[in-house]
């Protein structure tokens, strides 16, 4: 998940991670003289309640108003440029794709299931080619059918990203990687389908002609941005103002920053979704510009959730432990928050040097840092987040950073630094963003505990709206001897490659733009990566995403800081409740139902 989707979207106070830390071990044994965790006063189901489980399922009504609160608008909501993770949760209301994720608890949400189409895809010619078929009785929300040539031409959008950026293009390097196919708007076609990878031999059959194979293929098509789009109904970069709905809702209203309104969509039928239940009559989202402000209407039962899903604010989450723990929900998200170490910039261009600091920083101290274990998230032991298969989650700990050496190791420290050559340290600069105040705490702390092996580190903020040219460019990390890099990330979708490929593998190293700070050129990691996507087996691409990820943390390219952990608020009047993996640890929005139709 690019820092694009993160961006902007979390309002931490520095002050407040030592609050957040005085709370744990009441919260943790259920203190707090409100609701508690049974949430009798209120019917707030419980602390934790729906985390990777599902709350009050029962309880949900037909009708009502289902009231979401937001600090941030969505980037877009063009299905084919929004690129934040709530906006992809959130889209599926009016929007639909020929598989999406199950609509499960847990793990089992970042299963795919068929959405448009009838099953999941055919695949044939050794991975390279998947045919579907869609399902009778799809419609737009004038009641006109789907037909393969509107799911086709949505896909060519992506295409056109000098008129739509901003969202990602998996399918247009998988399906086009010599770069030969404009884009619809440049398609010299009369139908404007010009795409030959895509066939649409009939309405209800599609056809992707994969140029080589890729196991991953499915899991892109079930991207938002592979959702159908109409072409009379195509507005181009005008289109998120008013999608056109192929889901249970359609847009009654948008104010750009500051509200949006969806109601029924009347030509959508049930029996032609099996993923989608549609309780509410109506979903509205609020925009926020105070994040403390947001939260306490939320605590006041103003509104139901949070969209954003980051977690509450440092003052909101204060009062909601104390006073509504039977309101919260504590998931792990999708996010590792991290240092990555450029090897531009000497002497991390040694991997004895790079170790040296992973092993010589204080990991209590950077989880605290965070917000402690509930608010910051489990200390971090490697790279490859607990929701993606073949993760090990903490059990595999290379440098023993939740164990032993958790508060850091001076001695061990010292001597990688005598075999790096730099026995009485170094000096050096982390970089971090500037409108992250949980991020600058948390180099603070790294910091600190780096003064203790002789290892001087400067601290440079720089402005977090211009990541992408600033960190994002190799050659402005060497000049400006950025050795440390503060950043996070989480999956676009729930594989290795839909997480790590943009950091790990050599061929995504970019002159702007660039995500693989560390600048790994490692053969082996490539070569992993090429047999993960030309392999078809679930258990064989566990095994490589795992091989992977210790390929990784045996360079010591990064010190990870923390499995990510949230505190976000479930209001009292929701029903059919529960977090998912396949979409960060986020509530699964599309099903969320009312208590009371009122």
């Not at 690019?2 to 943790?28: H, N, P």
């Not at 009559?281 to 209407?297: E, G, H, K, P, V």
């Not at 059990?395 to 508060?407: C, I």
């Not at 070569?527 to 392999?535: A, E, H, S």
Request: contains cysteine; hydrophobic residues 35%.
């Amino acid at each position: 998940m690019t820092t694009q989707r993160t961006s902007g979207r979390r309002k931490q106070a520095m002050a407040a991670a030592a609050v957040v830390a005085a709370l744990l071990t009441t919260a943790a044994c259920g203190g707090g003289d409100g609701d508690g965790d049974n949430g009798s006063k209120t019917g707030a189901a419980g602390f934790d309640a729906a985390n990777n489980k599902v709350a009050q399922a029962s309880l949900a009504k037909k009708g009502g108003t289902l009231k979401f609160a937001g600090a941030q608008d969505a980037d877009s909501w063009d299905t084919t440029r929004g690129y934040y993770g709530f906006m992809w949760n959130f889209a599926r209301y009016y929007s639909r794709q020929l598989v999406t994720n199950k609509t499960e608890p847990g793990k089992a949400g970042a299963e795919l299931t068929p959405d448009l189409a009838t099953g999941l895809a055919k695949v044939t010619d050794d991975g390279k080619t998947y045919t579907y078929t869609l399902r009778d009785g799809v419609t737009w929300e004038d009641g006109k059918p789907i037909t393969s040539k509107d799911v086709k031409y949505g896909i060519e959008r992506v295409w056109a990203q000098d008129v739509l950026a901003g969202g990602p293009t998996y399918l247009k390097e998988v399906l086009d990687p010599k770069g030969e196919y404009q884009g619809p708007y440049k398609d010299k076609s009369a139908d404007k389908l010009g795409l030959k990878a895509i066939e649409t031999p009939d309405d209800k059959t599609i056809v992707f002609k994969l140029p080589k194979a890729n196991s991953d293929f499915e899991e892109m098509l079930a991207l938002i941005s592979a959702s159908p789009v109409r072409q009379d109904k195509d507005t181009k970069s005008k289109y998120g103002l008013r999608p056109f709905s192929s889901g249970p809702y359609k847009f009654e209203s948008y104010d750009p920053g500051k509200s949006l309104k969806l109601v029924r969509n009347e030509n959508w039928k049930q029996a032609s979704d099996p993923v989608r239940k549609a309780y509410p009559d109506a979903i509205t989202l609020n925009i926020f510009s105070n994040a403390n402000d947001m939260d306490q209407r939320l605590i006041a039962g103003d509104y139901d959730l949070d969209i954003n899903q980051t977690g509450m604010s440092p003052q909101g989450r204060t009062t909601a432990l104390k006073e509504h723990k039977a309101n919260l929900d504590n998931p792990v998200s999708g996010y590792i928050r991290y240092a990555v170490f450029p090897q531009s910039v000497k002497p991390f261009d040694n991997e004895n040097c790079r170790k040296a600091v992973i092993l010589g920083a204080d990991h209590v101290s950077l989880q605290n840092a965070r917000g402690g274990p509930i608010a910051g998230g489990d200390i971090g032991t490697n790279m490859l987040p607990p929701s993606i298969p073949g993760s090990e989650g903490q059990s595999y700990d290379p440098f023993e950073l939740a164990g032993k050496n958790k508060s850091g190791n001076v001695a061990e420290a010292k001597k990688l630094l005598k075999a790096c050559g730099k026995p009485n340290g170094f000096k050096t600069t982390i970089a971090v963003r500037n409108n992250k105040p949980v991020e600058v705490a948390t180099a603070e702390s790294l910091q600190a505990s780096l003064k203790k092996i002789g290892v001087q580190a400067d601290i440079e903020q720089f402005d977090g709206s211009q990541t992408s040219g600033i960190i994002g460019s190799p050659s402005n990390v060497k000049k400006k001897g950025f050795g440390i890099i503060i950043m996070g990330w989480g999956p676009d979708f729930p594989s290795v490659q839909g997480f790590g490929l943009p950091l790990w593998h050599s061929k995504y190293i970019l002159e702007s733009g660039n995500n693989n700070y560390a600048l790994i050129k490692d053969k082996a990691i490539d070569g992993l990566f090429d047999d993960y996507v030309n392999t078809l087996d679930d258990a064989e691409k566990a095994k490589i995403s795992t091989q992977i990820n210790h390929k990784v943390m045996e360079g010591g390219y990064y010190l990870p800081f923390v499995f990510e952990k949230f505190i976000n608020w479930r209001g009292s009047r929701l029903a059919n409740v529960y977090t998912t993996d396949g979409y960060s640890g986020m509530y699964d929005f599309v099903n969320l139902g009312l208590k009371s139709a009122k």
